[in-house]
Nanobody, 123 residues
Framework: QVHLFESGGGMVQPGGSLRLSCAASEKIWYINNMDWYRQHPGKERELVASISSGGNINYVDSVKGRFTISGDSAENTVYLQMNNLKPEDTAVYYC?????????????????WGQGTQVTVSS
């Protein structure tokens, strides 16, 4: 079974930076997109940033201009550079990869999730 491993979380002061990394334990083929989600206590998980295999990138409005997603779908790695962190960025951050392929009329899809890494922004 393939696992995603995240690293780079921790505690920083407001205005600080962190870089999250995510890699797969085994090769994942046909990755359609790689994403970072976060979950605040008592709230639903939200999509923070996404990068497609074609290089299309999207961010939630609250992190635009501060966070940068990058990665290599062929290498199964994705990163999230977080700058000018704010207390409201405090959450558990999850790496996600989605693979999709077709063989004839059959479509094969699978979601992969990391275990989550805590990011705390506090003075």
């Amino acid at each position: 079974q393939v696992h995603l491993f995240e690293s780079g979380g921790g505690m920083v002061q407001p205005g600080g930076s962190l870089r999250l990394s995510c890699a797969a334990s085994e090769k994942i083929w046909y990755i359609n997109n790689m994403d970072w989600y976060r979950q605040h206590p008592g709230k639903e998980r939200e999509l923070v940033a996404s990068i497609s295999s074609g290089g299309n990138i999207n961010y939630v409005d609250s992190v635009k201009g501060r966070f940068t997603i990058s990665g290599d779908s062929a290498e199964n790695t994705v990163y999230l550079q977080m700058n000018n962190l704010k207390p409201e960025d405090t959450a558990v951050y999850y790496c996600h990869m989605y693979s999709r392929s077709r063989k004839g009329w059959d479509v094969y899809e699978k979601d992969y999730w990391g275990q989550g890494t805590q990011v705390t922004v506090s003075s």
